[in-house]
């Protein structure tokens, strides 16, 4: 991120109250290759190409705060080939990792990965360092830890319908895979900030743990995503979960997140009733069906209906109901930042 967006932004954790309302974006490889015109290939295996379309979207839009910025990512691949999941690389659709196993006796077999030498990682590690310079001398750092959740990468590497069977057939076995898998997150993590000391965020994203229960949930989910989140001790503890999200808000104090981007189908209102008054709230405009296929007045309605919604604009930043989708429009963008600035003040 730029370095006086970070600094706003850990000042918004604080509830230091900011003169403006900042707009945000989650943005990767779904949204940037297309709207830079390259092809999702391109985007994956040339670092010149994936610097040059991250810059711009910076430089094009130097008000918005695009988290985490600057993300070394490979999509869905990421965390699954460090397990050895087989990978599906596609010219104009987004890859996706072939699950190794359907039964939960992979919580036995499956080896720990070394996060420096497996997988996808050492390449998203240097992906970084050679263009690190760069991201400084563009008035930027790199401020996040990233990883998809543990639910997730269980959901890739067995499937998620095999996945969530197990968490009710065989509670054993799903503990002893979440806990193989929150060691390699937080293994990774901490990895990510030893490369990186101007790292003092963690970004965590995991739909899954919208699909379960609220049992379920303090079982399966509160306990892995504390010990995750408390791994490198950072200012900034972001999760991303834009599936169903109720159970989710009302338990970030206990899993120790302080920001929370959610679905588009939750208002702000209702998030924020559950959640607390102490969490900053990331969203949460309709990302496809307004931010991508809408008109500019579509998004500028999206916005005042949202604002509506909440009676005090202190810990919010703006933002899609989920990550940037494809094809969204520099002109939904600027409608999105306009609106803001006139109905959220």
Same mark, same amino acid.
């Given at each position: ?213 609220? $049992? ?8 892995? @995503?504390? #010990? +995750?989140?408390? /791994?490198? !001790? ?68 999206? $916005? ?8 005090? @604009?202190? #810990? +919010?930043?703006? /933002?899609? !109901? ?24």
């Amino acid at each position: 991120m730029r370095n006086s967006s970070w600094n706003d932004l850990v000042a918004l954790t604080e509830g230091k109250k900011l003169n403006y309302q900042p707009v945000g974006f989650i943005i990767d490889s779904p949204w940037i290759p297309g709207w830079f015109g390259i092809s999702k290939i391109d985007y994956y295996s040339s670092e010149e190409l994936w610097l040059k379309a991250n810059l711009k979207a910076v430089n094009t839009f130097p008000d918005v705060w695009f988290m985490p910025a600057f993300w070394s990512e490979y999509g869905m691949c990421t965390e699954p080939s460090a397990f050895g999941s087989r990978m599906i690389f596609h010219e104009k659709s987004l890859p996706h990792a072939e699950k190794i196993s359907e039964g939960i006796d992979l919580a036995n077999s499956l080896a720990q990965p070394n996060v420096k030498t497996d997988g996808l990682l050492p390449f998203m590690i240097n992906r970084l360092k050679n263009n690190e310079k760069a991201i400084r001398n563009a008035d930027h750092q790199i401020r996040f830890a990233i990883s998809r959740g543990p639910l997730n990468i269980a959901s890739f590497l067995m499937g998620t319908t095999e996945f969530m069977l197990a968490l009710t057939m065989d509670p054993e076995g799903s503990h002893r895979l979440l806990k193989k898998i929150s060691v390699f997150i937080c293994d990774w993590l901490e990895w990510q900030k030893e490369c990186f000391p101007s790292i003092d965020g963690v970004l965590i994203l995991d739909d899954i743990i919208g699909f379960v229960g609220e $049992v379920e949930f303090n079982e399966f989910v509160v306990p892995y @995503f504390k #010990r +995750i989140f408390e /791994s490198v !001790g950072a200012k900034v503890r972001f999760l991303h979960n834009d599936a169903e999200g109720l159970i989710t808000a009302k338990n970030l104090d206990k899993i120790g997140v302080n920001m929370f981007n959610f679905s588009y189908n939750h208002s702000m209102g209702e998030i924020r009733e559950i959640a607390g008054p102490d969490i900053v709230l990331v969203g949460n405009i309709p990302p496809r069906d307004v931010l991508a296929l809408g008109t500019p007045e579509d998004v500028e309605t999206a $916005v005042r209906n949202a604002s509506g919604e909440i009676s005090s @604009f202190n #810990r +919010i930043i703006w /933002s899609a !109901g989920g990550g940037m989708p494809p094809d969204v429009a520099e002109i939904n963008i600027k409608a999105f930042i306009s609106a803001v600035r006139t109905f959220a003040k």
